[in-house]
């Protein structure tokens, strides 16, 4: 009879411990694929990241350009370099396209800022400062 139940104990022990074993290796699978999946994911998050640099850089670059053009010509109609104009109005509006083509090349420089930043790539000078 002692045998018999050390037996059995120990039976239902293995039973036990074969059970513990199973859940154990299903966490662990579990652990695994959500490990997988979370790299994945990181993947994909920091390829979208690069993929948006890349956009903002190139998108900056290419409004830059044209830009730099408007403000230029409208510089030069505003200040009337090729000569005066007709009517003050028109010089009036070469006076807000340029205003207005400064604000959106500072805007762009913004966004390329922001996007040096993240890329690690924006270079921070100290300069003192007066507070007031």
Not at 37 to 59: C, I, P, T
Not at 65 to 91: C, H
Not at 99 to 127: K, V
Request: hydrophobic residues 40%; negative net charge; charged residues 25%.
């Amino acid at each position: 009879p002692f045998f018999t139940y050390i037996a059995s104990h120990l039976n239902r022990f293995s039973l036990l411990l074969l059970s513990f074993r199973s859940e154990k290796d299903a966490l662990i699978a579990e652990v695994e694929t959500a490990k997988s999946m979370s790299d994945e994911a990181r993947r994909r998050a920091e390829d979208a990241n690069l993929a948006k640099s890349r956009f903002l850089a190139s998108m900056s670059h290419e409004l830059r350009t044209p830009l730099n053009a408007i403000l230029g010509f409208s510089e030069v109609m505003a200040n009337e370099v090729l000569g005066p104009m007709s009517n003050p109005t028109y010089r009036d509006y070469a006076h807000d396209v340029h205003d207005s083509g400064q604000h959106l090349l500072d805007l762009i420089n913004e966004i390329l800022d922001l996007s040096r930043i993240e890329a690690g790539r924006y270079q921070l000078n100290e300069e003192p400062v007066m507070l007031l």
